[in-house]
Structures are given as C-alpha cells and as structure tokens.
C-alpha cells in the first residue's frame, strides 16, 4: 500500500471513531507499528492530525486572536451562552475565565442577578462594570493579549484563596479521554487553578473543540461538573462525557 493511500485511509478512521491507536491501524493496514508512527508524525507535521501517545486525536482548533475569534461561531456562541446563563443563581461566587463565549455569559446574566463574579479577563470585566448587583474581583497578572486575559503567578496566587460556587472554564480542546488543555502552559496553571478552587465547574464548548487535545493538560475531563454544547452533537460523540458522570446539556 503506498504511503499516501494509507494517510487518506487513517483521515477516514479518524473521522469515523475520533482517534486511531498505532497497534490497530499496524493491523489493519498490515504495516509494522513503525511505518505506522512514522505515518502520524508525518500528519501531525502536516496539520492533518494531533499525535498523541499510542495513536492519534483530530486536530486542535487553531490558535487565533481574540478579535478573530469573537467573528467565530456566532450564533453557536449565543445559544451556548443562553443555556449557561440558567446555572446561574443569586448569591453565588463566581469565576469566569476568559474567552468569547465566557463573554457572552456575562453580557447575558439577568439584571436582578445578585452575584460576586471573579474574572482574569478584562472584557468581562468591562462588560459587568454596569451590572446593578454583581460585584466584579478583577484578577491581577501579566496581560496575555493573544486571549486578553491575566496569566502568571499572581493571577494563580490570588485564585488559590478563592472558594467559588461556581466556574465557567474557557475550552480550548476537550476530550474524555485525555481532559482538558490548551496551547500554552502558563495558561494552563491559571485554568488548572480555576478548577481546584470551584465546587462546580461548567465547561462551554462548540462542536469543533470536542474529541481534541492541544499540548498542555490541565484537567481531566471528569473534573466538570456539566458541559453546554450544540444541539446537533451526537448521542454517540456525548456518551462517554455523560459515562464520567458530567451532566451534557445542548
């Protein structure tokens, strides 16, 4: 089989099952394992994949501005963003992580809501500013302007002696696997942070980040306590979230 024949036939089981694993493709193809992990470097230099250990996961959503990103997605954004906003309740402490569905979450929390919100990310902030009954705790750090959010040690420090009802966890990649992880490492410590210092947290996700992972690990998937998604979504692609006991809503 040549070389190109066997790259196309992995893209088509990585479609289908949402990862490979070397030993089954080496079987499949009737390769060795070393043609095989040699094929998957190839792709993921490529592009055309994410290697990971064993075998291989769709590619990540790539890295973009935060201006960029707030044109993505729209309208999935909206919804996500409606269902999230009924968690919410009066009197909670809240953390809300950066991100442009994390904004629209807060642009939508009703104005009667009486709440304390914690966020590392300016635009939140800005966006609460006039909110009649939320006190807003901006977090100090070093501005990440790729994503405008704090990051670093004093970002991490200040979460550490936070107890929070409730987290709203920007999503970069997700899978139930692997967990949680994004591209860069300090942001990494900051989400990894956010979680331990919340009693819930609730992760919002569009179709594209579910069943990828990105270089830096921050939590495991069963970790969240609810994950919002699409509606379109399949039973099939949801039920190993719903296995680690996270209650999926779409």
Known sequence: MLREERHQLI?????????????ELSQQLQVSEDTIRRDLREMDAAGLLHRVHGGALPKAPAAVRYDDRQLHSIEAKEQLAEKAVSLVRDGQVIIMDGGTTTLRVAERLPRQLSATVVTNCPPIAVALASHPGIEV??????????????????????????????????????????????????????????????????????????????????????????????????????????????????
């Open 11 to 23: 893209l088509e089981r990585l479609i289908q099952k949402g990862k490979v694993v070397a030993t």
């Open 137 to 250: 705790i901006m977090l100090g750090g070093h501005l990440f302007k790729n994503s405008l959010i704090n990051i670093g040690a004093a970002t991490v420090s200040a979460l550490s002696n936070i107890r929070a009802d409730l987290c709203f966890i920007g999503v970069y990649c997700i899978h139930p696997e692997i967990g949680l992880s994004v591209p860069f490492i300090e942001e990494m410590h900051v989400k990894r942070q956010m979680i331990a210092s919340s009693s819930e947290v609730v992760a919002i996700a569009t179709a594209d980040k579910l069943g990828t992972s990105s270089s830096f690990i921050f939590s495991p998937a069963n970790a969240l306590s609810c994950l919002v998604t699409e509606p379109e979504v399949s039973a099939g692609t949801l039920a190993p979230y719903r296995e680690l006991g996270i209650t999926v809503m779409q």
